[in-house]
């Protein structure tokens, strides 16, 4: 088993993002950044993970995350995004936008701007009508957040006032949002829609709609391939995971068993992508791995306490060059390896960078891995 380092840290966790590192580093992620829910006095905090040799023969406590400073939150942490190395966007059940500071010379954090009432549903200045702000994508100085009121928001870091607000984009629920290009989001809501909106139109209607055919299953989270911005996967409600191409079709061009419950996040690897990390309410985080034939895997992938299981790509017509939508048949299996043998309860959060992830639950702990594919 990998080196995880456990900390226990008496709030329910809803976020877990690594902080970016500088373009040429060479050193693995650092510092990561914690958002919590369902707790009386929620918060978020910075963690630190010191050089893994640091506590001596003390081998069990090697890196263990280490609190740099934490601020009190208004509301549940429902999605957070690094907008740079020092700032980080929150959204808020309250249906505000906050973009926290962290100042590391001092080891604080503080509040360097808030959109009051991002989200709202009757009217933004009543007391009862904030709206959760479900979802936050960066790429700065550029914010984008959706909520359950069904709107988007394109804020810039420094304005005050929203640049482009479409009031009406969904009549359901939208869970989550991604950057395609710098002008075009994609957003996936609560009846198994993926919709791609181009901001350079002016018209308030999305520039194509995808959908899961059948049941409308929700869609809660979604991700794109880092090299790649045709290839997207999202996960829902029944735990699949679907993985999209939207230069063709309306229709995913695969869907894969996955979990037993609700999938919370999907990130792809963002300089690996090959590999693929999903969560759940079920208490498990799978690793996919399209990297190369099973039978050439590094030994890690087999070690014991592992379930690890083999999905055929025949259903996949396509042949692109990425493995996730190939169907050559050296790569007709995938190996999935859930990281978390000894599961219990819902792991809400992952994010993976280098060779590392990160990762928080509802059993009120951390989990870092610092030596993914070692």
């Known amino acids: 088993m990998e080196e995880v380092c456990a900390r226990f840290v008496s709030q329910k966790i ?13 050193q693995p992620p650092d510092l990561f950044a914690t958002g919590s829910w369902d707790n009386e006095d929620n918060r978020i905090s910075i963690w630190s993970v010191g050089d893994v040799g640091s506590a001596g023969l003390n081998g069990e406590y090697q890196g263990e995350p280490q609190l740099l400073c934490d601020i009190r939150h208004n ?8 907008l740079d190395q020092e700032r980080i966007v929150v959204g808020s059940s309250t249906g505000s936008v ?3 500071r962290h100042h590391q010379n001092n080891q604080t954090l503080s509040a360097s701007h808030r959109w009051e009432n991002a989200h709202y549903h009757a009217d933004q200045y009543t007391a009862c009508g904030g709206a959760a702000c479900t979802g936050v994508i960066c790429n700065n100085p550029e914010i984008v957040t959706v909520g359950e009121d069904g709107r988007i928001n394109l ?19 939208l869970h989550a949002v991604t950057f395609l290009r710098t002008t075009e989001i994609l957003t ?9 909106w181009d901001f350079r139109q002016q018209r308030n209607e999305p520039a194509q709609i995808f959908s899961l055919t059948g049941d409308r299953v929700p869609l809660h989270c979604v991700d794109r391939h880092p090299n790649q911005q045709h290839i997207v996967a999202t996960g829902g409600q029944d735990g699949m995971l679907s993985i999209w191409d939207i230069r063709q079709g309306t229709m995913p061009v695969s869907l894969l068993n996955a979990h037993e419950a609700e999938m919370w996040e999907v990130h792809f690897h963002p300089s690996n992508p090959d590999h693929l990390f999903t969560c759940s309410e079920d208490g498990s985080l799978w690793h996919w791995d399209t990297s190369t034939d099973v039978s050439e895997k590094p030994s890690f992938l087999h070690q014991g306490g592992r379930s690890t299981a083999y999905f055929s790509h025949s259903t996949i017509n396509q042949s692109v060059v990425s493995a996730w939508l190939s169907n050559d048949p050296t790569k007709d299996r995938m190996e999935i390896t859930n990281l978390i043998p000894n599961q219990t309860l819902s792991v809400n959060t992952l994010d993976v960078l280098g060779p590392c992830l990160v990762y928080g639950t509802d059993a009120e702990a951390i989990y870092v891995n610092r030596q993914l594919f070692a």
Do not use: E, H
């Open 14 to 26: 809803s976020k877990a993002r690594w902080r970016p590192l500088p373009a040429a580093a060479l």
């Open 75 to 82: 509301g549940d942490v429902m999605d957070m995004q690094f």
């Open 98 to 100: 906050t973009v926290f």
């Open 155 to 173: 804020y810039r870091a420094d304005q005050k006032d929203a640049v482009r607000t479409i009031d009406n984009a969904d009549s359901s629920t």
């Open 188 to 196: 996936v809501n609560s009846i198994g829609q993926l919709k791609i």
